[in-house]
């Protein structure tokens, strides 16, 4: 689990985040969704160690971010799996090669076992018999799954997506939602996704922070958010159009949108 309290971000004299509360819960995916400008991106840097926080504290189960020492800290990291926007793929690493990176990298172990991780991981993630394929031969959904498995080859304790589905088509992003849902689940990750793909919402949502100006503005699941009350969370929903008919079948008039 990874706790924040009351986490204050600024730059340049402005607040990006105020006063966050929030807990991510192991074996859970954890979704941040907001507008553009709410501060998701922030947050999760933050939670990385990429952006120093003002005040506040982020909590990891091996202790405050702000107190550990280099060593901590490294070890720390070493816990983490990343899966970035454009998936980050090494462009002249096959398959294979790109899975095996982080193992290669920052473990001692044997050729024998990087290979039989690595193989074990490509058969999970479902693409068998790609193994020597390059990154420019893979579709965007194919792609994407490389970039889940390379993130999850070294069962990271954490795992965080950036906009995964970000590029595909709605039924490719489905299969990698419940990728990552099956991956969480079955590894007991805690998973944290910043999106804006409201299919998202509805598919994996487990825990859900909404960010509004910085602010965290709702918690909740999926079967919660759509019978929200609150105002700006209605707001955000039903300006897609996947809520505005969903709408219909939970007896809740979607508010008139300019």
Avoid at 25 to 42: A, D, P, Y
Avoid at 153 to 159: A, N
Avoid at 184 to 205: A, C, K
Avoid at 212 to 241: A, C, P, Q, R
Wanted: aromatic share 8%; hydrophobic share 35%.
């Amino acid at each position: 689990m990874i706790q924040i309290e009351k986490l204050y971000k600024q730059f340049d004299g402005t607040y990006v985040l105020r006063n966050i509360d929030a807990e991510f819960h192991v074996g859970k995916t954890n979704l941040i969704i907001g507008e553009s400008g709410s501060g998701k991106t922030v947050l999760i840097k933050c939670m990385l160690g990429l952006h120093s926080i003002d005040s506040g504290d982020i909590i990891y189960e091996n202790g405050r971010l702000k107190d550990l020492d280099s060593d901590s800290l490294i070890k720390l990291r070493g816990q983490m799996g990343m899966v970035f926007q454009g998936s980050a793929l090494f462009d002249s690493m096959t398959v294979e090669e790109n899975i095996a990176f982080p193992l290669r990298m920052h473990t001692t172990r044997s050729r024998q076992e990087i290979m039989d991780m690595t193989e074990s991981i490509i058969q999970r993630v479902n693409l068998h018999n790609n193994n020597k394929k390059l990154p420019n031969e893979l579709s965007g959904g194919m792609q994407k799954r490389v970039a889940i498995a390379r993130a999850v080859v070294m069962k990271p304790k954490y795992l965080f997506c950036d906009e995964p589905n970000s590029g595909l088509d709605p039924y490719t992003a489905m299969l990698i939602d419940n990728l990552i849902a099956e991956i969480t689940h079955e590894y007991q990750i805690t998973t944290i996704i910043n999106t804006h793909d409201m299919n998202s919402v509805l598919e994996i949502g487990e825990n859900i922070i909404f960010l509004k100006h910085g602010i965290k503005n709702w918690e909740g699941t999926k079967y919660e958010i759509m019978t929200s009350s609150t105002k700006d969370v209605k707001d955000f929903l039903y300006s897609n159009k996947v809520f505005r008919e969903l709408g219909k079948y939970v007896n809740q008039k979607p508010p008139d949108i300019d």
